[in-house]
């Protein structure tokens, strides 16, 4: 859960890698440092903090010179966020410094015999076994030192390498982590993720697991561990870089919410034609189809929440029975998966090391896997049978806004274009139900339009420490991903509930002006709701409902009402939620948090 960026070429080296840890920043931000090669020496700066302290270190790069470096922003795995243990790490000889992101699993065997052979150490961090392994191999040619390093590894890892014998190379291998090639004139980098290099290059090129490239100015090799060359495509990206950039916000998370309805029509787009849903993405055939008979949605995070909005309108379609899985528990569960299962995976990133895992045991037992994600060449796109783009566009801020809406989306198509394959639904359902989907754009721009309110609830409600969030049905899986969003940015614990199970527990914990935010979209069971806002004010609870901006009963019960605008019950979480991510946004600005890097969280989740 760290970002590495890599750059080889004719310009000064430092302040290009400083920016690009700027773009990366949300995978880790509680140290950075550089490590540059200048007249055959390496050159290092490294501090705990967020990289513009690295910046003002380092006059923004200028006093490092260097046509060739590598750079890195951590997320503390192993050992304290310090200036030791932050990286470029570098051998005991000067020769060679490392960067890395993942998880090395075997380092403490692998230390105690670097130890035993004489090489100190200086930091608690799993990545030095990394750069005394290099020297220990190194007899002057660094892919052969690579190749017998990697061959010791066990675990996850993109490492970039630097030499001071070889001025002009910089080195990448990845594992199990990602990791890009940036194709420039005269000049190539790599990165851990696009947002690095789209300023300097649109040409990539995706590095798979057990991938090596040698990168120089004017060339770039790709080989296997075994040390084979390979050849590899050059993808073009798509997106410009101001789509990574703030655009007048305050925080990226407020553009990203704002974002949302051009976000979710992006998604929507391609995939209706002539009034008719397709994924010609995918080539699932009638009896691929008609074979199902379960459904399994695993996750993990706000992508899970997505699977469980997405689980009720999936069943009520399809008729086939769907369960909800978060992937850290899959992994290591076992299964009842067969080759009639449809494994649905959800990510934003497509490089969570959970997700990846239950992936990999789905598959094994025959189950076909298609995953629903944002990165295009990320590992659970190549992993799955069938992959589904969201197109949301890059998602900067940790708290995830815009990636939930779409796979939500994207859930619902699905469920409709399997309920019409596989011959479930009338004409007229399936007409009504794609209309209905395709006013969610518009539905979102109205919701974000009526409660400019927001600003001011925050204001009442930020000085608790403490919030529960309640619904039923679709109402309480809304619930769930608000409540992420409450504890995630703003650090106010949040827990949301199913609203039947208050009396079973719960209630104990409502006392006088403790906030409920009480979810009341469900037309079908508000009633039920209704009787439970009463249950909670009865006791002193200070109630906040969403409700459609109908309804009365609740504005004669509520102390304070987020409205939203008509809904159909099972297509509503795209909507529903939104309102619950600004009232997030806010409370966090009213209590001065860190919103777009929460204490603690990465973007892209990345070890175990």
Known sequence: MCGIVGYT????????????LKKLEYRGYDSAGVAVINDKKLFVSKTAGRISALCEKTDN????????GIGHTRWATHGAPTDINAHPHTSNDGKFAVVHNGIIENYMSLKEELVKKGYEFESQTD???IVHLLEMYYTGDVKIALLKTAARLSGSYALG???SDYSEKVFAVREASPLIIGLGVGENYFASDVTALVQHTKNVIYMDDGDFAEITPDDVKIFDFAGKPKNKPVNRIEWDIRAAEKDGYDHFMLKEIMEQPRAVRDTLSPRIKDDRVCFDEINLTDEDINKINRIVITACGSAYYAGCAGKYTL???TGIPVITELASELRYSQPLIDDRTLVIVLSQSGETADTIAAMKECKKRGAKVLSVVNVVGSTVAKLADYVIYTWAGPEIAVATTKGYTTQVTV???LALYIADRSGRITPSDYAETLASIQKIPQLIRQALSMNSAIPTLAKKYHIHNSMFFIGRNTDYAVALEGALKMKEISYIHAEAYAAGELKHGTIALIDDYQPVVALCCNKAIMEKTISNIIEVKARGAQVLALAEKDSS???TIADDIIFMPEMDDYLAAPVEIVPLQLLAYYMAKENGCDIDKPKNLAKSVTVE
């Open 411 to 413: 859930l619902y198509l």
């Open 9 to 20: 070429g004719r310009a000064n080296a430092a302040p290009i890698l400083l920016d690009g």
């Open 161 to 163: 390498v630097i030499c």
């Open 127 to 129: 990545t030095e076994v």
């Open 61 to 68: 790069g200028e006093n490092l010179p260097g046509f060739t």
């Open 553 to 555: 009963k609740i504005v």
């Open 315 to 317: 069943e009520k379609l």
